[in-house]
């Protein structure tokens, strides 16, 4: 697994590679979109990763990893009906 290191960049990239978003406490945008994944609450992902506990610096980019991990999570669980309909439009 590779690492890269973001420094106050906001949200972290896409891809196959784990970013570190939280600097202080060493926590990976993978880690932050298992937490949202699981359903955790912004609040939640904050407490039980310790993200944004430090400078918080990164308190941002984590809200937006765990808003782009739930759209996600959303776009997945449209019913195939509603996804047909949609394509076809
Ligand atoms: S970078 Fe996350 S608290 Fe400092």
């Known amino acids: 697994m590779h690492i890269t290191f973001v420094w106050r960049r906001g949200a972290a990239r896409i891809g196959e590679h784990a970013v570190i978003v939280c600097l202080c406490k060493g ?8 937490e ?19 400078c918080g610096s990164c308190r941002l980019a984590v809200a937006r990893i765990v808003a782009e991990a739930r759209a996600a999570a959303k776009g997945a669980e449209r019913p195939a009906a ?6 076809a439009a």
Do not use: P
């Not at 926590?27 to 298992?34: E, H």
């Not at 509603?82 to 394509?87: F, M, R, S």
């Open 27 to 34: 926590v990976t945008d993978r880690r932050i979109r298992r």
């Open 36 to 54: 949202a994944a699981a359903g955790h609450s912004l609040d939640e992902v904050f407490r039980r990763t310790g993200a944004g506990s430090g």
């Open 82 to 87: 509603a996804t047909a309909k949609q394509d």
